[in-house]
């Protein structure tokens, strides 16, 4: 079985402060990792992927992947109220694409 | 803009009932997918189907089948619901653009299905 495991929430950090979202993955064959925000009754809306080792950034948001140790993270700079959101982790890089979501972290900014 | 339309935000069913969740993508997307949402678990894969008539069972298929006769509509099916498929019905579409732009997906909005 295929999984994605995520850091057990939730996280609660204060406004202007790092947010810091953690996940590993069990299936080496993965290629590909997303990261999804699903606020409170919507649905979840994609706001980063990597595929490469290292860092990748977009504007406040940066993403690591380090496949050696099949761990991926999510780092939310400057973070805002706004941000407050459930963050899903998610493997790909299988046909089809299919995914395997984590469980979610629940993030919360207070002001 | 993407859009996948859910027929349903709430739906309320007593077991035993034969359920259908519709979802329709306008955007020619190939791949289209059912996922069920439950606190703690996060999404978990029911099935998916790559093309018209195509289908392939996910991670949790048991007590559900679909049907995918047009390329915009994907069903999915719970012949006889039972209290345990209560949950948020998730259905996405995305397009093999070519290496990770065809894994981006596009989720519709939901569908919190009661079963009593």
């Known amino acids: 079985q295929k999984e994605v495991e995520q850091n057990s929430g939730p996280l609660s950090v204060p406004e202007g402060a790092i947010a810091s979202l953690n996940c590993t993955y069990s299936?080496?064959?993965?290629?590909?990792f997303f990261w999804y925000r699903q606020y409170s009754g919507k649905s979840p809306e994609l706001i980063m992927f990597?595929?490469?080792?290292g860092d990748k950034e977009d504007g406040r948001f940066t993403a690591q992947l380090n496949k050696a140790s099949q761990y991926v993270s999510l780092l939310i700079r400057d973070s805002q109220p706004s941000d407050s959101a459930t963050y899903l982790c998610?493997?790909?890089?299988?046909?089809?694409?299919?995914?395997?979501f984590g469980q979610g972290t629940i993030l919360t900014v207070h002001p | 803009d993407v859009k996948v339309t859910q027929s349903s935000r709430y739906l309320v069913k007593r077991t035993g009932e034969k359920v259908f969740l519709e979802c329709v993508q306008d955007?020619?997307?190939?791949?289209m997918f059912w996922y069920r949402q439950d606190p703690g678990l996060g999404l978990r894969l029911i099935y998916f189907?790559?093309?018209?008539?195509?289908?392939e069972k996910g991670d949790i298929p048991e007590g559900y089948s679909v049907s995918r006769e047009k390329k915009e509509r994907f069903s999915l099916i719970l012949e006889s619901a039972s209290t345990n498929q209560t949950s948020m019905y998730l259905c996405?579409?995305?397009?093999?653009?070519?290496?990770?732009?065809?894994?981006?997906?596009?989720f519709g909005s939901g569908t919190q299905l009661s079963v009593l």
């Open positions: 189907s790559y093309d018209v008539k195509m289908k």
């Open positions: 299936d080496r064959g993965s290629q590909s």
């Open positions: 990597i595929y490469s080792n």
């Open positions: 998610a493997a790909g890089g299988t046909s089809y694409g299919k995914l395997t």
């Open positions: 955007m020619d997307h190939e791949n």
């Open positions: 996405a579409s995305s397009t093999p653009e070519g290496g990770i732009l065809g894994e981006k997906l596009f």
